[in-house]
């Protein structure tokens, strides 16, 4: 840091891996609907994808979306599902089990029980670490039950400014010892995969691979071809409905994106 508050780079890393996402559509800037690739960050060990059983509700579309940014990025995928003491009726068992049979892990936790706390210290150590997920699921009180000195802040935190205006703020990389680092995303509320074309997305749905190679075209997009291999799998129940649907969901808004 110099002494007016500015910084100086050190050392420049090569880049492993990066997770981007595209500029969220601002209003009234550059071109109309132009969207560029943003780094969120690079060089990641683990990528924890955090969502909650409640406040806000459990969003498997917006997880499914996520995974897909994670997918295409390379990224060694965790998912957490926090404020485990809240799934009163155990419905949440339903989704880890949907997940884990796909072939994530996944991991339910508790900052008021502690569930899951010494597990997620354990698989941070040692590595950098990027947590992401909608705001409100608990981020940045995960953080500071594993590590208290951190004081982050936590609770509501608007995404805007006063003026209306989204905050530049989007991540903060924090080492916690010589050698763990956290990435927490404060200021981000979506990520909208960059660079994806239609007839890939099928590659970040991992449990379709084993059947696309069976559609009747290679170009498949499994929405409306015949003799589509992976519409006969949720059919069959080999592929879940619901993955199924955040699919054409992602691929129609790839679609929209296109046409711009
Ligand atoms: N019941 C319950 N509430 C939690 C848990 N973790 C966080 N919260 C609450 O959820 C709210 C949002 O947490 P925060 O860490 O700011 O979320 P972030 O936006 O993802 O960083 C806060 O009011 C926390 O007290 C949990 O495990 N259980
Ligand atoms: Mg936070
Ligand atoms: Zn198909």
Not at 49 to 68: C, G, H, M, Q, W
Not at 112 to 124: P, V
Not at 135 to 144: A, M, P
Not at 206 to 233: D, L, M, R, W, Y
Request: aromatic share 10%; glycine share 8%; net charge positive.
């Amino acid at each position: 840091m110099n002494r007016d508050g500015s910084g100086v780079i050190n050392k420049i890393d090569k880049r492993k891996n990066y997770l981007s996402r595209k500029t969220p559509r601002i209003r009234g800037a550059g071109y109309k609907g132009e969207r560029l690739e943003q780094i969120v960050a690079s060089n990641i060990d683990n990528f924890f994808i955090v969502s909650s059983v409640a406040e806000p509700p459990f969003n498997y579309k917006t997880l499914d979306r996520i995974l897909v940014a994670g997918e295409s990025s390379c990224l060694n995928i965790n998912i957490i599902i926090n404020k485990i003491d809240l799934d009163n009726d155990n419905f949440i068992g339903f989704w880890t089990k949907l997940y884990k049979r796909i072939g994530y892990k996944v991991l339910t936790t508790s900052v008021i029980s502690n569930e899951g706390i010494d597990k997620l210290k354990k698989q941070l150590e040692g590595r950098k670490n990027l947590f992401f997920g909608q705001s409100g699921v608990g981020k940045s009180s995960l953080l500071n039950k594993m590590f208290p000195e951190l004081k982050l802040r936590t609770g509501k935190i608007s995404g805007f400014t006063d003026r209306g205006i989204h905050t530049t703020v989007t991540s903060v990389m924090i080492k916690v010892d010589p050698a763990t680092y956290i990435i927490d995303t404060p200021g981000i509320r979506e990520i909208a995969p960059f660079g994806i074309m239609k007839q890939d997305l099928t590659y970040y749905f991992i449990e379709f691979s084993g059947f696309q190679k069976n559609c009747k075209f290679n170009t498949c997009t499994h929405s409306h071809e015949p003799g589509c291999a992976v519409c006969e799998a949720v059919k069959n129940g080999d592929i879940t409905t619901e993955r199924y649907e955040s699919y054409l969901r992602i691929l129609e808004t790839i679609e929209e994106d296109s046409l711009l």
